[in-house]
């Protein structure tokens, strides 16, 4: 079993940057991709960014060019850095892990972002 931990997120004015992290626990051989979905108010939960442990990176158009994605292997940790933010960003960012990037098998409690003048 995998246990997962994120910190970082909040209030932002449009524009603004914001940070994500997550720390992996457990089982982590049960690792091979690590990542974020993101849930809107009203909607489903959806793909952000992921990436595996080679570094291979994987985003969604929407956040294209704003939104990067490492992890660092040795510390089982996964961060997100997200710059020009838009009021659309709002949301529950959730982190992932798992052998597959769209049924992962681990989640995380979720973190608060939201982007707003």
């Known amino acids: 079993q995998v246990q997962l931990a994120e910190s970082g997120g909040g209030a932002v004015q449009p524009g603004g940057s914001l940070s994500l992290s997550c720390a992996a626990s457990g089982i982590i051989a049960r690792i091979y991709y690590m990542g974020w979905y993101h849930q809107a108010p009203g909607k489903q939960r959806e793909l952000v960014a992921a990436?595996?442990?080679?570094?291979?990176?994987t985003y969604a158009d929407p956040v294209k060019g704003r939104f990067t994605i490492s992890r660092d292997n040795a510390k089982n940790t996964v961060y997100l850095q997200m710059n020009s933010l838009k009021p659309e960003d709002t949301g529950v960012y959730y982190c992932f892990a798992g052998y597959s990037r769209y049924d992962p098998h681990s989640w995380g409690q979720g973190t608060q972002v939201t982007v707003s003048s």
């Open positions: 990436i595996t442990n080679g570094g291979s990176t």
